[in-house]
């Protein structure tokens, strides 16, 4: 009975500091969602915004990214890699912020030997746009506003899969909200758009595809 007692008024407690710090709600359910596997929150800004690690869905905010040619998780077909014709595919997200200034897209490789491999880099998006077509032009400026950075191929924008043959590799195509444009000039790399990104993100999607050879 004792044990009951105790249990009743712990969770009492608890339930009375989630209603009243709103904070302390954000951060139950980021753990929750880590221990299942589904969500975490994104580091950085206070806000605090929660999204989907795999891509499974949309973030508790709204925000979400989603690829036309692969399902999430799913394998990327073989056309947007260096084994077809190497040409981008097509993404569409939706639920950008309202205080969105510009937008962000970095697509990497966390299981390249040795680093993370990035394959394509662009910033200063409009927050008015909500797609990008297929086969993206690799130019540095993208018609309609935008800038594409370099890749680690050495070349401006997108270069596809092209992993070394064995397992199949991760590639992670996150978009970023921002409170501000970058105004950084054409055929910067990644990591001086995440400097300029520092303390400006509002919220962060991803959707993750898999390609081996």
């Not at 950008?96 to 966390?110: F, G, H, K, N, R």
């Not at 800038?147 to 397992?167: A, H, V």
Request: glycine residues 12%; proline residues 9%.
């Amino acid at each position: 009975m004792q044990q009951k007692g105790f249990l009743h008024r712990t969770k009492r407690n608890l339930r009375t500091q989630l209603r009243h710090h709103p904070f302390l709600l954000s951060a139950a359910l980021g753990l929750v969602a880590a221990n299942s596997g589904q969500t975490r929150l994104v580091a950085g800004d206070a806000s605090l915004p929660i999204r989907w690690s795999g891509g499974q869905g949309p973030s508790l905010g709204g925000f979400s990214i989603r690829a036309e040619a692969f399902n999430p998780g799913a394998d990327i077909p073989r056309k947007f890699s260096c084994q077809g014709s190497d040409t981008s595919p097509a993404l569409v997200w939706t639920g950008v912020p309202a205080a969105t200034q510009s937008l962000v897209l970095i697509v990497d490789d966390p299981d390249a030997p040795g680093v993370t491999w990035v394959h394509w880099v662009l910033y200063d998006l409009p927050p008015s746009t909500r797609r990008l077509s297929e086969a993206l032009p690799p130019t540095a400026e993208v018609a309609g506003g935008g800038r594409q950075g370099s890749n680690d191929f050495g070349k401006t924008g997108y270069g596809g899969p092209c992993p070394p043959p064995g397992k199949p590799h991760r590639y992670f195509f996150k978009l970023y909200a921002l409170d501000s444009k970058l105004n950084l000039k054409a055929g910067v790399i990644k990591p001086e758009v995440e400097r300029a990104m520092k303390g400006h993100v509002l919220a962060e999607a991803e959707v993750i595809g898999r390609y081996r050879r």
